[in-house]
Every structure is written in structure tokens, then in C-alpha cells.
């Protein structure tokens, strides 16, 4: 079955840094968009990353822009997303999130917390 198993996530100073990882398995990972989804406590999840399935297209919320990094290694069949400057309200439960166009074929990780606090 398809796995999608998130790693990384911690307790960190505001400034800090933290790289997230999310392994696939069970799936074609070349032919699926892979994005990063966050949640903050009361609040809906919401698009921080996505990477197109060739890695040639990346997008990301205003809120990071500057700060993370999304990117994929096919070979490991990962995708990770760099934090910088990580921020207090960048707290919540990243969700690492594969998606095929066509056929629609899409999954969800277990999430990864993530606290941005001293």
C-alpha cells in the first residue's frame, strides 16, 4: 500500500532551522506533485510548498517565500522542505501531500510537528 512517511519536525528557536523529509512508497513517485501542508491549532491546513512530479515547478505561500525550500531526490523517492528563519507562527503539524493529476490518485502523510518557540 501507499506509505507517506513524514521526518524532522521539532522544537526550535525563532531563527532557527529544520528540514523536513517525507519518503513515498507504493506509489510511481515520478508522476505525482508533492507538497508540504501545515495546520496550526484552530486553524485550517493550508498550501505552504508544492513541487511539480519533474521538480521543474515550485510554489509557494507568501507567508514563506524567502525562508523554505521545497525540493525532490527520485532516486530516494523524498521530497524535503527547508525552514529558515523559522517564525513562531510557522507552529503546526506539516503534512507532506502526493497528488496525480490523472488517473486523480492523492494521499496524505501522518504529519511532523513543528514548534518555533524559546
Known amino acids: 500500500q501507499v506509505q507517506l512517511v513524514e521526518s524532522g519536525g521539532g522544537l526550535v528557536q525563532p531563527g532557527g532551522s529544520l528540514r523536513l523529509s517525507c519518503t513515498a512508497s507504493?506509489?510511481?513517485?515520478?508522476?505525482?506533485?508533492m507538497s508540504w501542508y501545515r495546520q496550526a491549532p484552530g486553524k485550517e491546513r493550508e498550501l505552504v510548498a508544492r513541487?511539480?512530479?519533474?521538480?521543474?515547478?515550485?510554489t509557494y505561500a507568501d507567508s514563506v517565500k524567502g525562508r523554505f525550500s521545497i525540493s525532490r531526490d527520485s532516486a530516494w523517492n523524498t521530497v524535503y522542505l527547508q525552514m529558515n528563519s523559522l517564525k513562531p507562527e510557522d507552529t503546526g503539524v506539516y503534512y507532506c501531500?502526493?497528488?496525480?493529476?490523472?488517473?486523480?490518485?492523492?494521499?496524505w502523510g501522518q504529519g511532523t510537528q513543528v514548534t518555533v518557540s524559546s
Open positions: 501531500y502526493a497528488l496525480q493529476n490523472w488517473p486523480k490518485s492523492d494521499y
Open positions: 507504493g506509489l510511481i513517485f515520478s508522476m505525482y506533485d
Open positions: 513541487i511539480s512530479n519533474t521538480g521543474g515547478s515550485t
